[in-house]
């Protein structure tokens, strides 16, 4: 008399992955690159008035700021002959003494509407000419003139 009766299970031969607890992970990564992560003001946001000539911005009776950015990534300030050198590390986005050259310049002309020229060389990198007009914004300068190389 055999009392060992057969059993067979009703479960599936195939292996299976419970993925519930991926997807949790999946959410808490998303959750956390949202939180950690910073967001720049785009450039459509800058409010500028920009001319390509010098002649189509209106008449001020003020010598215009005259800033180069040049291919590597260094920023003078001045005309050609009596340019200083102001940031000269193009990896670095804040430009402090670019910033404390247009405050100086602001100050200088009082209640005046200040006016900024842009010379702009052909390699530059986008991303410098940005951090060039951040830096105006910084200081409230809205009338930007890009001028082309002699």
């Given at each position: 008399m055999k009392r060992h009766k057969s059993f067979r299970s009703t479960t599936d031969d195939q292996p299976s992955l419970d993925i519930s607890s991926l997807i949790d992970v999946c959410f808490l990564l998303l959750i956390y690159f949202l939180v950690?992560?910073?967001i720049q003001k785009k450039e459509v946001d800058v409010p500028s008035q920009f001319a390509t000539e010098p002649n189509s911005l209106p008449l001020v009776d003020i010598d215009p700021l005259m800033i180069s950015i040049h291919d590597n990534g260094s920023i003078s300030c001045g005309s050609e002959k009596s340019a200083m050198t102001l940031d000269s590390d193009?990896?670095?986005?804040h430009l402090p003494l670019l910033e404390a050259q247009v405050g100086q310049y602001k100050?200088?002309?009082?209640?005046r509407?200040?006016?900024v020229q842009?010379?702009?060389e052909s390699n530059v990198n986008q991303q410098r000419v940005m951090d060039v007009l951040n830096a105006m914004l910084a200081k409230d300068i809205k009338q930007v003139a890009?001028?082309?190389?002699?």
């Open positions: 950690a992560t910073t193009p990896s670095s986005r100050e200088h002309l009082g209640t509407q200040p006016l842009i010379r702009v890009f001028l082309d190389q002699p």
